[in-house]
């Protein structure tokens, strides 16, 4: 008997790079406005109808709770549809929220159309962009995330002039109509996420069996001919078997296994009936191994929902471990940037200051972006210790920020605390890649993302409820310290688990 495996290897290039791109504009068009442009175009309209800051809080934080939640539908959604198709729908989503924000009157309109629609929509969108992204590059995966993360920062430091510009000229109205026609781009981010199959290079093995189950041949072509005359001499070569040995089974549909000493591979039987068969588990895109999928007849419910989310990577405290402390860092970090500005003016410093100093952690994020994307060019190297090195320049510099310092010394706190969070926001794509298989990283990112929610609520809570209490700036900071000294010592001994030495 044979058995045909099919192994996909990602070109790490060619139409992957359309995907990079598309990865830019996911995230540029998607996210970039809830981060520099919503205060912008829609504070002063906020204002205006008798709502407070207070109302922005409440839509940014609807968009990201539909955000991150959405994001556990993923991995279910990514079963049983296409890439292409699940990010078009996601883009429409996305859209609707986008048109309806050009009518919205009250605080209510905008966050059903900013935060659920827009939210839910980016929500569907990014984890198809990022795994598709993951499929086109296995060499250069690490160079080419990091290039589409710097590709975001011209975005980033040119879109709130130019918004604030089109607010100048064109009022209100006109902006979130421009705003409207700059995130349609993310249509081009859905179409380009072709299926890797069509533009990588397949590499067949044939498996031959002896039924008498004495040898194992194998051969391995890369040209579709020589596939072909390597199965007709093959199944020449069985059919001579087959008529002196019959294999006898009696329960076909358990399909007997073959098991090689010498090779250890795992080999199917099948029916004489069934001269070649193509098995593609062992692809590098679809590549979950030793896992058995859920009989609907015996499983019940709970065993669906496991396999249906993945929900067997809670099992292991690393990956719980790594996804608490990526999403509680990355909440402390959007944190301190939003309400650092108000702690400095409450310090004395004057609006230009502040502006100045924002605009510095600005610089040294992009500093931060093009040195990654520099060294991943020529050194591969682990992202979670980029991570980790990130966060830990990240809590020293929120430590640092409570000592009273001149304006100068300010600028360069803020450019160092920008180095350390592009350490932090760049890994985030591939982080899970260097775990886990490309196929459960849409079930990874998705847990992550649920992470995500639950820590807006509770940490959120928490750390308002502490700056209520105290009224005082340097006790938020402080407990932002004791919260972040946690993560890092759990991160130190997940370091230290994984580096220490085996034992003969």
């Not at 109302?55 to 292409?84: H, K, Y």
């Not at 040119?158 to 100048?168: G, R």
Request: charged share 15%; proline share 4%.
């Amino acid at each position: 008997m044979i058995r045909k495996k099919t192994k996909i290897i990602p070109p790490d290039g060619g139409w992957g790079n359309l995907v990079v791109l598309g990865v830019t504009l996911a995230i540029g068009t998607g996210i970039a406005p809830l981060q520099v442009l919503f205060s912008i175009i829609f504070g002063n309209f906020l204002s205006e109808i008798g709502d407070g800051p207070s109302s922005v809080a409440t839509v940014t934080s609807v968009f990201a709770m539909c955000f991150t939640f959405t994001g556990v539908l993923a991995n279910p959604l990514i079963q049983r549809f296409p890439l292409r198709t699940i990010s078009l729908f996601g883009t429409m989503l996305f859209m609707s929220g986008a048109v309806l924000n050009i009518f919205v009157t009250k605080t209510w309109h905008l966050i059903v159309t900013f935060g659920i629609l827009s939210g839910m929509g980016i929500g569907i969108v990014l984890p198809c962009v990022l795994t598709s992204f993951n499929s086109y590059f296995n060499k250069r995966r690490a160079f080419m995330n990091s290039l589409a993360h710097l590709g975001l920062c011209p975005l980033y430091i040119a879109l709130p002039v130019c918004f604030q510009y089109s607010l100048e000229n064109y009022g209100f109205r006109g902006t979130v109509a421009i705003l409207c026609a700059f995130e349609a781009n993310m249509f081009i981010a859905a179409i380009v996420l072709s299926p890797v199959e069509k533009h990588a290079q397949k590499e067949y093995e044939l498996v031959t069996v002896a039924v008498n189950g004495k040898n194992i041949e194998k051969e391995t072509k890369t040209n579709d001919g020589d596939l072909e005359k390597t199965e007709n001499e093959t199944q020449l070569s069985v059919e001579n078997t087959e008529n002196e040995t019959k294999v006898h089974d009696e329960n076909l549909e358990n399909e007997p296994k073959v098991n090689d000493e010498n090779t250890g591979i795992e080999i199917k039987v099948f029916d004489e009936s069934s001269k070649l068969t193509e098995d593609t588990n062992n692809s590098i895109i679809n590549p979950r191994e030793n896992e058995i999928a859920p009989n609907n007849d015996q499983s019940g419910i709970w065993q669906q929902i496991i396999h249906m989310f993945d929900l067997t990577l809670l099992h292991e405290w690393k990956f719980i471990n790594l996804v608490i402390g990526m999403a509680m860092f990355f909440y402390l970090d959007l944190n301190f940037l939003t309400l650092s500005p108000m702690f400095l003016i409450r310090r004395g410093f004057d609006p230009k200051q502040v502006a100045w100093c924002v605009t510095s952690a600005g610089i040294g994020d992009f500093v931060g972006r093009f040195v990654l994307t520099a060294f991943s060019k020529y050194i591969r190297f682990k992202y979670w210790y980029i991570y980790f090195a990130g966060s830990l320049i990240t809590f020293i510099c929120r430590n640092v920020f409570l000592i009273e310092m001149s304006q100068k010394l300010m600028l360069g706190l803020f450019f160092v605390t920008g180095f350390g969070r592009s350490l932090i926001l760049t890994p985030i794509p591939i982080l899970f890649t260097e775990r886990y298989s490309i196929e459960r990283f849409p079930a990874a990112w998705g847990l992550y993302s649920v992470t995500c929610g639950f820590t807006n609520i509770f940490l959120g809570a928490f750390i308002g409820s502490i700056a209520d209490y105290f009224k005082n700036d340097t006790y938020t900071m402080h407990t932002f310290t004791i919260i972040s000294s946690v993560l890092i010592t759990t991160w130190f001994i997940q370091a230290y688990l994984e580096n220490r030495p085996k034992k003969q």
